[in-house]
């Protein structure tokens, strides 16, 4: 029921990839969809324009009497006697229809007249008898025949695609075989390494590259092995295709950028196609950066996938990829560096990561404390920040946040600042902006009752309270019951002094007392507890799991890692445990239950002792929605406040 950022990075599948990867699949079913419907268009159109006026012309239905009159008369020229039908010209006596005759359309049966033949003989009648036309025939002129053409023409534009000649013309006939990537010029790259803040590590091992760009004669003098490919490691946002973008930058060479996903079709043979074009105008345009984001799309283990499109066709675009990246020469005037982007190596097919290939790993994390300070000056150079924006108290406020939604942060709080109409951008329009992006937007139309409004005051002011009483709390500087649009219903946010990467365990302890401060303060208060902790239950295993197997930090069991391997299963991440006995696990499980129940306990026990700073606090936040990090001083002095 809150949102404090923690620096212990959860363990999530990106929902972004996930989107993207829907996207995908919604693209090839749109395109098959598509190509089925304009083939049914296609075909009606032929049937009806094309075939139908050629079997069946104009003609004057005549009753078989009147053509025995006609016949007589002379009127008759020429027949041609069916089956079924006699057709045939006879002399135009209509003087509304052009021409000296006009066909005619007879029914009969054959043999039904045995005068006719004699009667036409004397009269002189050219005269035929038609071949009887098998309905095999009609279907075949007017279905087997086009769709036969229609599949003919697809599997011309398909071995166009998947280029099985290779070389030119891989366009085929609708540039599906063309890659989607972007080009950009050298000159036009525009970022360099001054625009990425807090990659200094990542832009240290990246210098060997931008040297081998450059003057890739020296380097191969000095008898260096050619770098290849370089795998960008890290979580959305990081700014991954940035540094690609500003490597290409520094080096001014032209960058092209693409992701895996765009790879990925319906038919097989499209991606490899796709590939090879990238790397045939990567060439043409060498010295060069590709770079490929989410290279998952495409890499992942053939092992272990299983996907929409089939196996055969992301085979053959890894093959693809592959025999691309081995085929680069070595020592070449024009040197293409491929770059790729994920933030799961441990699902990329080993392949990709041999010697020669992806053999250097760059792992772009998310920002510390320096790191954010410089994105944040990054981001606020086109804007205006009051003469007192603390940019280092802004940075501070910010832990775990990646590049991009400081980025978006420094964004929202210019929009905030020029929707209040003021000179300049405020800490406070950060605050809030930061609010925004952590929580989704204010949502005060929502209607809470008076009992969930109170439960949720108890429920964060229990939180909050235990923060404070517990010796490694981190300092509260918010707390507030005005829910959110992302489902919270209201958050404590914290402020971390410091960014914090080696923790004790007390601290883990504190935490976890923290996390379930809440709903202590609900079972204190009502002796019940509410579906709203659910959230903090599952934080609070979490994180004692993580003490047990991953920290060693339990007793009985000691500093050996239990965690299993993280595997990819089906999309999902599961934990592969196959190593840890049945009765190691059950110790696992009773320590994880311990630590949690014990937090739990102490955290209520902290509250009962506190009670009435509890009461005012709840009282203070109904009162006033929002509080300060000092409310919680004042309540546990037992002052009175008024809202700020
Ligand atoms: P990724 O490729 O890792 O998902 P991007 O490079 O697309 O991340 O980042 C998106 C945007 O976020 C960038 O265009 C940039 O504006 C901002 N950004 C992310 N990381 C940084 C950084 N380290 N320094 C400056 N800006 C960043
Ligand atoms: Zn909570």
């Known amino acids: 029921m809150d949102n404090n950022r923690k620096p212990i990075p959860p ?28 083939g049914l268009v296609v075909l009606w159109l032929f049937q009806e324009f094309i075939l139908s006026p050629m079997l069946v012309q104009p003609a004057v239905q005549l009753p078989y009497s009147d053509f025995r009159q006609k016949l007589a008369e002379g009127q008759i020229t020429n027949i041609s006697i069916g089956e079924t039908d006699i057709v045939g010209e006879m002399k135009n006596s209509d003087p509304t229809i052009k021409g000296a005759t006009v066909r005619f359309d007879t029914v009969t049966v ?94 240290a091992e990246l210098q060997e590259i931008i040297q081998f760009l450059k003057t890739p004669e020296q380097f191969a003098k000095l008898g260096g092995r050619i770098p290849k490919g370089v795998l960008l490691v890290g979580p959305p946002g990081t700014g991954k295709t940035l540094l690609a973008k500003a490597t290409a930058g520094e080096a001014s060479v032209a960058f092209f950028e ?73 020592g070449t005037s024009a040197p293409v560096i491929i770059m790729a982007a994920t933030n799961r190596p441990e699902v990329l097919d080993q392949a990709l990561l041999r010697a020669g290939r992806f053999d250097r790993q760059v792992a772009v994390g998310n920002p510390d404390l320096i790191g954010r300070l410089q994105i944040l000056k990054i981001h606020s150079k086109g804007i205006t920040l009051a003469p007192d924006f603390d940019l280092d108290r802004a940075a501070r406020m910010t832990p775990g946040f990646s590049g991009a ?41 929502r209607v809470m009752n008076e009992q969930e409004r109170t439960a949720v005051a108890y429920h964060e002011s229990g939180h909050a309270l235990v923060s404070a009483l517990t010796p490694h709390g981190d300092p509260v500087s918010k707390i507030s019951i005005v829910p959110r649009t992302r489902g919270a219903l209201g958050y404590t946010m914290q402020m971390p002094t410091e960014d914090r990467y080696l923790l004790t365990a007390d601290e883990l302890y504190d935490r976890i007392a923290m996390m379930l401060g809440g709903r202590a303060a609900e079972k204190v208060i009502f002796d019940k507890i509410s579906t ?34 993280q595997m990819q299963y089906l999309g999902g991440a599961i934990e592969d445990s196959s190593n840890v006995s049945p009765k190691t696990r059950e110790t696992i499980d009773a320590e994880v239950q311990r630590i949690v129940t014990g937090q739990y306990e102490r955290a209520q026990g902290l509250l009962q002792e506190h009670r009435p700073a509890l009461e005012r606090l709840t009282a203070q936040l109904l009162k006033c929605e929002t509080v300060d990090g000092n409310a919680i001083k004042a309540a546990l002095a037992g002052e009175e406040r008024a809202c700020s």
């Not at 290279?295 to 890894?318: C, V, W, Y």
């Not at 295993?541 to 007793?555: H, K, N, P, Q």
């Open 532 to 565: 709203g902790a659910s959230d903090d239950i599952q934080r609070a295993t979490e994180l004692a799991r993580r003490m047990v197997t991953e920290f060693g930090m339990s007793d009985l069991l000691g500093s050996v890692r239990y965690a299993g391997q």
């Open 11 to 38: 363990k999530k599948p990106d929902p972004e990839e996930e989107k993207k990867r829907r996207e995908a699949m919604q693209r090839q079913v749109r395109f098959s969809l598509g190509y089925v419907i304009t």
């Open 405 to 445: 939604d400081l980025a978006n942060v420094m964004n929202e709080a210019a929009l905030l600042a020029a929707r209040r109409k003021a000179e300049a951008v405020e800490i406070k329009d950060f605050e809030e902006a930061i609010e925004r992006v952590v929580a989704g937007l204010e949502k005060r139309t």
């Open 110 to 203: 054959l043999g039904s007249d045995p005068k006719l033949v004699e009667d036409l003989q004397t009269a002189g009648v050219k005269y035929k008898f038609a071949r009887p036309t098998s309905p095999a025939g009609a279907l075949i002129l007017s279905w087997i025949l086009p769709l036969a053409l229609l599949g003919g023409f697809w599997y011309f534009a398909y071995r166009r695609m998947s280029g099985a000649a290779g070389g030119g013309g891989l366009g085929g006939i609708f540039g599906v075989g063309k890659s989607k990537a972007t080009e950009v010029k050298p000159a036009d790259v525009g970022v360099t390494y001054k625009d990425v803040g807090g990659c200094d590590e990542a832009i």
């Open 258 to 330: 693409t992701s895996g996903s765009a790879f990925v079709e319906m038919f097989v043979g499209v991606g490899a196609a796709r590939v090879r074009d990238l790397f045939e105008n990567a060439r043409k345009a060498a010295p060069a950066i590709i770079f490929i984001d989410e290279i998952d799309a495409i890499g992942q283990s053939r092992a272990n996938a299983m996907r929409i499109g089939g196996n055969d066709e992301r085979e053959q675009t890894l093959n693809q990829l592959l025999a691309e990246i081995d085929g680069f020469k070595t």
